[in-house]
């Protein structure tokens, strides 16, 4: 099983950057693929950024390529993510998700994961 707990998020100017984690305290945190989503008010969950299990293969949603950088220490159990040049349409809660186990391949499709953490708010401002 995999508990998965945000930090990093807060108020920034537009412009700037967070680093975002997501930490996990269970035994299975290599065997998964994880990923980054994020909701902004009013509107529904999208994906921003996922990683293989072993940190070879990412993708990004085309809204946040080249700003964004997901990446991933399994030795710590950590995920993480870059944000550079935030920009207003970044406000969101950001969460973190697992895949199943042995579900190694990253993956877009929020229906995929089956772990989520409680999120962590990032705001921009202009």
């Known amino acids: 099983q995999v508990q998965l707990v945000e930090s990093g998020g807060g108020l920034v100017q537009a412009g700037g950057s967070l680093r975002l984690s997501c930490a996990d305290s269970?035994?299975?945190?290599?065997?998964?693929?994880l990923g980054w989503f994020r909701q902004a008010p009013g509107k529904e969950r999208e994906f921003v950024a996922a990683?293989?299990?072993?940190?070879?293969?990412?993708l990004y949603a085309d809204s946040v390529k080249g700003r964004f950088t997901i990446s991933r220490d399994n030795a710590r159990n950590t995920l993480y993510l870059q944000i550079n040049s935030l920009q207003s349409e970044d406000t969101a809660v950001y969460y973190c998700?697992?895949?199943?186990?042995?579900?190694?391949?990253?993956?877009?499709?929020?229906?995929?994961?089956?772990?989520w953490g409680q999120g962590t708010q990032v705001t921009v401002s202009s």
């Open positions: 269970g035994r299975t945190f290599s065997m998964r693929a």
């Open positions: 990683i293989n299990s072993r940190g070879g293969n990412t």
């Open positions: 998700a697992a895949r199943p186990i042995f579900g190694t391949s990253a993956d877009r499709n929020a229906h995929n994961y089956d772990s």
